[in-house]
């Protein structure tokens, strides 16, 4: 289950920061999930939710994930911005230029999966992120 291995990353992630910035708590974390990383974001969500529960120091966390486009640079007309995706094959999306409809193109973003912020309160009370 590739979205299980993604959410033990991600809890590492957020509970060795945490850790090693002396938070009592992490109360909030944003993860950008790109169209082509192939993960479910309501499964990472749900796996990640369960992780986090378990832990007194990200028990209370507020999760916010947002979705990524993909945007493109077309090889054929020089489009440059979010490109169309055929998904009908869930295991090898085709991606297309809105403009001309070719699939040369080249991925400029939407590949990958980021911890774009934790934030955590510390024992005197300063929120940091």
């Known amino acids: 289950m590739h979205e299980f291995a993604m959410a033990q990353g991600i809890f590492s992630t957020v509970y060795d920061t945490a850790e090693a910035n002396d938070a009592i708590e992490v109360t909030e974390v944003v993860i950008e999930i790109g169209r082509l990383a192939m993960l479910n974001p309501e499964q990472l969500k749900f796996m990640l939710g369960v992780m986090f529960e378990g832990e007194e120091l990200t028990k209370n966390a507020k999760m916010i994930i947002d979705t990524i486009d993909v945007d493109i640079k077309c ?36 590949k990958d999966i980021t911890v774009r912020s934790i934030s955590i309160e510390k024992e005197d009370d300063e929120s940091e992120e």
């Open 75 to 110: 090889h054929n007309g020089g489009f440059e911005g979010v490109g169309d995706i055929d998904d009908s094959d869930h295991y090898a999306p085709m991606i297309l230029c809105p403009k001309c409809e070719s699939h040369r193109v080249e991925v400029i973003n939407g």
